[in-house]
T-cell receptor, first 114, second 114 residues
């Protein structure tokens, strides 16, 4: 009955490859997010979708493309992976529309690019 | 832009010690403020929040008060336990229609020794 689930938990790949991370939430939330946590634990928002519509798109390389087939899913596709993409990627969701509702985070996907 | 600055870690304390983790913010307007906690290998969980000046958020013995005059939201606990060992993140909510854009501090790693 995991609320926000991400797959895979670990992803090791070589530079230049293309990979995807999947995220699903069963909370009925309208808004989903992707955050990146670097090696120093610093967290930064990448994208947010509300009801399948992109509403936050921070300064992220075009190699990163989020896709939301429905409001319960937000996948992250990364093209031409680079060493600097190594990080932990967290998916999250929230009810949306209210700025003090807590975000519910998944357990993260640790991406290692070699 | 909005930003959050947290006390540098790591912080190491003995069980039953008093804990303070400092957090200050820079923001236009009056954002909501949050403390999130990340246990090893897990995603972030909301610990407490405050939505307006002088509000006190509290949970599991932790407290933080929204101080507008000092732009601070320091986290305190009177008597810490080994199970409190985790990384703590202070965050503010940057308003965005349909979503909650959280701006995080750099995180403070807390280790409690028995």
């Amino acid at each position: 009955d995991t609320a926000v689930s991400q797959t895979p938990k670990y992803l090791v790949t070589q530079m230049g490859n293309d990979k995807s991370i999947k995220c699903e939430q069963n909370l009925g939330h309208d808004t989903m997010y992707w955050y990146k946590q670097d090696s120093k634990k610093f967290l930064k928002i990448m994208f947010s979708y509300n009801n399948k519509e992109l509403i936050i798109n921070e300064t992220v390389p075009n190699r990163f493309s989020p896709k939301s087939p429905d409001k319960a899913h937000l996948n992250l596709h990364i093209n031409s992976l680079e060493l600097g993409d190594s990080a932990v990627y967290f998916c999250a969701s929230s009810p949306g529309g209210v700025n003090n509702s807590p975000l519910h985070f998944g357990n993260g996907t640790r991406l290692t690019v070699t | 832009g909005n930003s959050v600055t947290q006390m540098e870690g790591p912080v190491t304390l003995s069980e039953e010690a008093f804990l303070t983790i400092n957090c200050t913010y820079t923001a236009t307007g009056y954002p909501s403020l949050f403390w999130y906690v990340q246990y090893p290998g897990e995603g972030l969980q909301l610990l407490l929040k405050a939505t307006k000046a002088d509000d006190k958020g509290s949970n599991k013995g932790f407290e933080a008060t929204y101080r507008k005059e000092t732009t601070s939201f320091h986290l305190e606990k009177g008597s810490v336990q080994v199970s409190d060992s985790a990384v703590y993140f202070c965050a503010l909510s940057d308003k965005k229609e349909g979503a909650q854009k959280l701006v995080f501090g750099q995180g403070t790693r807390l280790t409690i020794n028995p």
